[in-house]
């Protein structure tokens, strides 16, 4: 299988602090890799430095281009969509409007109404409600937006940093199976930060553990789940 992102040797800092140790991980070419860690691991500033949102050192290829520096518009124009941790939309703008915002920078060979119709195929509750304004959406349903809008770039990458976070479990099944779908059906490749172990590695093919800015850990999903460190700590068994 072939990369289609490759992260190599990534540190960052803020201020004088470094909060990333030489982080190195891959997204196969239709694959999904799931990155976890506790709390202050690393992974947002992972997925911001893919982005150029937080200054790093290192190396990024995405696609057999080197990304590395280029502008964050750049960034998502080639084809990388950022669904960022606290969900981001605009909540002054309905539903639908959100929607329209997440295709304006796609080279797609699909309509807008076509893109739409899909998204409120996957996502039901966004067509019910797709006049009422986003900041007035529950928690779960802002969420469903926000990875909705991501998908209207149609990206060939796709970044969801802790899209279960506040969910109630069925809400949390349904994000997943929907992340599953795009992949599977439509070949998008993600990369799935998570506290959410084991949602993480029921769709992911690779995994990394990030400790402290370090990655511990890296393998196939399949045998993370068997692996006893990440059983105890993470899986909770
Ligand atoms: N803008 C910032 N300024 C200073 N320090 C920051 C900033 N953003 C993050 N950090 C620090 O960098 C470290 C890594 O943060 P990061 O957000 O990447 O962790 P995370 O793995 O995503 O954690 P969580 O699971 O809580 O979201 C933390 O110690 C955090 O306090
Ligand atoms: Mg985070």
Request: aromatic share 6%; with cysteine; charged share 25%.
């Given at each position: ?16 602090t470094k909060v990333l140790h030489g982080v190195s991980f891959q997204v196969e070419k239709g694959g999904v890799t799931a990155i976890l860690g506790a709390n202050g691991a690393g992974k947002t500033t992972s ?115 802790e899209p279960s976070l506040g969910l109630a479990p069925l809400i949390m099944r349904e994000i997943f199976h929907i992340v599953e779908t795009v992949n599977k059906k439509e070949g998008v490749s993600v990369l ?46």
């Amino acid at each position: 299988m072939t990369a289609l992102l490759t992260v190599e040797n990534l540190e960052a800092n803020y201020g004088f602090t470094k909060v990333l140790h030489g982080v190195s991980f891959q997204v196969e070419k239709g694959g999904v890799t799931a990155i976890l860690g506790a709390n202050g691991a690393g992974k947002t500033t992972s997925l911001r430095a893919i982005c150029n949102m937080v200054k790093t050192t290192g190396d990024i290829l995405f696609d057999g281009q080197r990304i590395k520096g280029k502008a964050t518009e750049d960034i998502v124009r080639l084809g990388i969509s950022h669904v960022q941790e606290g969900r981001g939309t605009f909540e002054h703008l309905t539903v639908e409007e959100n929607l329209r915002l997440g295709a304006y920078a796609r080279k797609g060979k699909t309509t807008m109404a076509e893109d739409l119709a899909r998204m409120y195929d996957y996502f039901g509750v966004l067509k019910d409600r797709r006049k009422q304004v986003a900041g007035t959406l529950s928690g779960g349903e802002q969420q469903m937006l926000a990875v909705a809008r991501g998908l209207m770039l149609q990206p060939k990458l796709l970044l969801l940093d802790e899209p279960s976070l506040g969910l109630a479990p069925l809400i949390m099944r349904e994000i997943f199976h929907i992340v599953e779908t795009v992949n599977k059906k439509e070949g998008v490749s993600v990369l799935l930060v998570e506290q959410n172990a084991s949602m993480a590695l029921g769709i992911a093919n690779q995994a990394y553990l990030l400790e402290t800015g370090r990655v511990i850990l890296s393998g196939l999903a399949t045998d993370f789940l068997k692996d006893d460190s990440v059983r105890r700590s993470y899986l909770g068994y």
